[in-house]
């Protein structure tokens, strides 16, 4: 079970930081990721912590989001700074063993938690 919080209404060029809590296994070695959906459209990839420790960023999110894990505690995380408007979504932590930056590969999913960002 994956449990996302830490969602909220901001200010736009703010920051807010996800947390993803994880429990019922142990995801060290799986793929976490942050995806990101709005109404009417395709949930989209934000964000890729593999266990490897690599990472990959959506191009939107570049320079101003950072994932990171913490294996110990079992959960993932995401630290969001200059948010924008277009920010403004549902964001869900989600893990995969097969890795990679499509949402149809992932196997468990949180429930998502509102991020409004307003300018």
């Known amino acids: 079970q994956l449990v996302e919080s830490g969602g909220g209404l901001v200010q736009a060029g703010g920051s807010l930081r996800l947390s993803c809590a994880a429990s019922g296994r142990t995801f060290v070695t799986y793929s976490m990721s942050w995806f990101r959906q709005t109404p009417g459209k395709e949930r989209e990839f934000v964000a890729l912590s593999r266990s490897d420790g690599t990472t990959t960023y959506a191009d939107s999110v570049k320079g101003r989001f950072a994932i990171s894990r913490d294996s110990v505690k079992n959960s993932l995380y995401l630290q969001m700074n200059d948010l924008k408007p277009e920010d403004t979504a549902v964001y869900y932590c989600a893990a995969t063993y097969l890795g990679g930056t499509w ?10 938690t509102q991020v409004t960002v307003s300018s």
């Open 103 to 112: 949402y149809g590969t992932y196997d468990f999913w949180g429930q998502g």
